[in-house]
Structure formats: structure tokens, C-alpha cells
């Protein structure tokens, strides 16, 4: 059994040579926003989710990105409609959001 049912982790990296990564695209602000809908919801905490930082996935051309385990399901998002789709689809339904897969 785990934990969590769901960790999510999403990749906050901040590249200094310039290059292309999730901090540029907006992750920290979808981040701090699916941290707050996720409380609002008492979905947080043992047993239902965690929410995590993580270092670089090391697909920065893809991102910004987050993976859900223990499903291993990866999703690239780009705003808070997306994150809302991933917390009611996936998290709420448990029904993977295809479209966002990455």
C-alpha cells in the first residue's frame, strides 16, 4: 500500500544557460495553483496527495511537465483549465486526460 494514492511531482528546474525549461513556462505558478485546489478539495495528505517539487525531468523541450505516480502518467499543461481537467480527470475520476499526456 502506498503512502500516498497519488505523488505528483513537478519539474520546477531553472536552467541559467539560457536553454529552454519548465520555470520559463509558467510551472511554479500552475505548482503554487494546484497545491491550493487540491487543499480546497481536502484531497492533500495521507493516503490521498502530495504534491511535490522536482529537479529537471530532462525533457525541457516538452515541458513544463508533471508526473503522476504511481501511475507514471506524464502531462504536459500549460494552464489552470488544464491543471483543473488533470485534478477532476484523473485525481477525482481516476480517468487519465489523454490530451495532455506528454
Not at 480527470?89 to 480517468?95: A, D, E, L, V
Request: aromatic share 12%; with cysteine.
Amino acid at each position: 500500500m502506498n503512502y500516498y494514492k497519488h505523488h505528483i511531482f513537478f519539474c520546477l528546474n531553472q536552467r541559467e544557460d539560457g536553454e529552454a525549461c519548465c520555470s520559463d513556462k509558467g510551472a511554479e505558478n500552475m505548482f503554487m495553483y494546484m497545491k491550493s485546489k487540491i487543499k480546497s478539495f481536502d484531497l492533500n495528505g495521507e493516503s490521498k496527495v502530495r504534491i511535490n517539487r522536482a529537479g529537471c525531468f530532462d525533457r525541457c523541450d516538452e515541458g513544463p511537465l508533471l508526473v503522476i505516480y504511481p501511475e507514471a502518467t506524464w502531462y504536459r499543461f500549460i494552464d489552470e483549465q488544464d491543471i483543473d481537467e488533470i485534478i477532476e480527470s484523473h485525481i477525482q475520476q481516476g480517468k487519465i486526460v489523454t490530451r495532455l499526456l506528454a
